[in-house]
């Protein structure tokens, strides 16, 4: 996925192509992010080292993004807040929301501010405290 302007403006799929292209155009939502969540390898259900074939469990060993709605509950005051209210934080609308997990034990994400500066979030797969 490349994204430009926090929208997925190109993609491809060595598997599922046609699947990824009909996700993606299901409506304007669905190219833009709905969810970020960053799980560190020693979380508990990672260290089982199972693959369960359930998005509920399996999101929850590995880091992970949708594509599509986002979770208005997430925001302060979401759950009673209207789309275009939920879109002015930030939240994004769409018909869908999948999970594309994501992850090594050596992954390492560094945070970019606005001036530049960067901060180590991840670094050998843990949150860098």
Avoid: W
């Avoid at 190219?31 to 509920?56: C, D, F």
């Avoid at 599509?68 to 997430?74: E, F, L, M, S």
């Avoid at 992850?103 to 797969?125: L, S, Y």
């Amino acid at each position: 996925l490349r994204f430009e302007g926090g929208k997925v403006v190109d993609f491809g799929a060595q598997t599922g192509y046609d699947a990824l292209k009909s996700l993606l155009d299901t409506d304007e939502g669905a190219r833009h992010i709905g969810e970020i969540a960053l799980i560190p390898a020693s979380s508990p259900i990672s260290q089982q080292g199972i693959l369960y074939y359930n998005t509920l469990f399996d999101e929850n060993a590995s880091c992970h993004m949708a594509l599509g709605d986002c979770y208005p509950d997430t925001t302060l005051g979401g759950e009673n807040m209207s789309e275009e209210e939920v879109g002015t934080r930030g939240g994004n609308h769409s018909a869908v929301h999948v999970d594309f997990m994501f992850g090594t034990p050596d992954m390492k994400i560094t945070g970019i501010a606005h001036d530049g500066g960067e901060t180590p979030v991840f670094e050998n797969g843990e949150f860098v405290l």
